[in-house]
């Protein structure tokens, strides 16, 4: 049993907690991802801890936490984001589909192709709304004719809620367009490559009410189709489009469960200290 | 995990525990006025004191305008505090305790009443003692309800269940001895009606003290104990509906 003290705190001693396992059932039954005992550090510093979890097929699961708790280094190692960074190191097991994601043979082009990404800032690339779409199949081979790419782009387009106001302008530059619909079009640059999974890094800290509204609406759609992981600052974010919800607390996965039990009843009294917005 | 009463002042809003102790204080204000009026109105049934009715009304309408400015707080609450797990649990749980609060105002009014119209038209004194002696238990209920929440505490809440139980009996007992005074005085059937709802209105008192318990308890625990005949798989199949 680990003890661990609350950094934020003025009388760390007072706010000693003890994280055994985590609370709740992290196996579902149809999983798309398992992770298992993952452990993440950033050169000396041990950013994520023993962190077990299944994100089923066609679920959306939030990542919940204080800034620095490690919700979105854990999400990054879930499409090997992390490789990028020199001083990381991933231990552990991430399955997709059965399959070690971190065995040496998997390529991480196709899999981050498998396993996209949205992230916090909108981030079009400086091409036309229709290359944005387009780039993905186009890389990966993935249509035969322009005609095909047409409908694939259409296709992208329409699913993340924005054929109707681009599609008159598809060959106008997509930073042109405002910070939602710049976030629906890597929305839609995401699933153009038909991904099993779609992860979101706070997709809509930067974006106004209704931009967020339309982004949470096209999360419940795409839920549908798609397996979404996203991470998240804002609770009522996580309870309204979430189906499970995990608690991460330094580094640790201290909760999960279904997100009407999370934020009604939680189990652990870190997860409801943080959701009810109390010190600690 | 149970929820603890030094929960609720440990946001790091300090407003909002300011609100969360401000409803908590005006629940409890209402409360005391609801146990004051059912013990008055019993303290009339003993001495047919009929003039005890004017502060009787007055505390009736004060826990009605509660009722209002609590529905207000908790909607302000959920509004602009978006309460979670344990605080949702409590705010929910108040908006139906006013509710029960307010009924039993309500029934205890009536008692006052029934008591002030029976001073004139006496009961036999051994009918009027077993109705305030009903009364008492049902006060000492109300109390148990009320103390568990304000410390909360379910497992004092748990107690008012079997105490309910030991009313509901009795209840049922003095029904029986009222039918006896009424066959034995059938002149007396007039004022021994107006006696039997006054029992009812204590019988269904001691019902509004269980679900002021049941609410607390779920405040607390996230259990919820109500309807305990109603499986899961009842609500789902009428929610599938």
Redesign the interface.
Known sequence: MDLVVDPTTEKPEERAVQIEETVGNVHVDNPRMRAENVQVHYGDKHAIQNVTIDIGANEVVAFIGPSGCGKSTFLRCLNRMNDTIDICRVDGRIELDGKDIYDPSVDVVPLRARVGMVFQKPNPFPKSIYDNVAYGPRIHGLCDSKAELDEVVEQSLTKAGLWEEVKDRLDQPGTGLSGGQQQRLCIARAIAVSPEVILMDEPCSALDPIATAKIEELIHELSSQFTIVIVTHS??QA?RVSHRTAYFHLGRLVEVGPTKQ????????L???Y?????G | ?DLKTS?LN????SQ?NEELETLRTHVLKMAGLVERNLRTAVGALETMDSSVMVSIEQAEQQINAFEILVDREVMNIIALR????????VVMAISKIVRDLERMGDEAYKVGKLASELSSDQPPAAALNLAASLGRQVADLVKRAVDSFVRLDADEAQGVFSEDKAIDSDYESSLRAMVTFMIEDPRSIGRMVKLLWVFRALERMGDHATNISEQLIYAVR??DVRHTEVSESDIQSIADE
Do not use: E, V, W, Y
């Not at chain 1, 999370?262 to 009294?269: A, G, R």
């Not at chain 2, 440990?10 to 809003?13: K, L, T």
């Open positions: 609770m009522q309870a999370i934020f009604t009843s939680p189990q652990h009294s997860t409801q200290d959701i009810t917005g109390r010190f | 995990m929960d440990q946001h790091i809003s909002f978006q309460p979670a797990a344990g605080d949702l649990r996230g259990k």
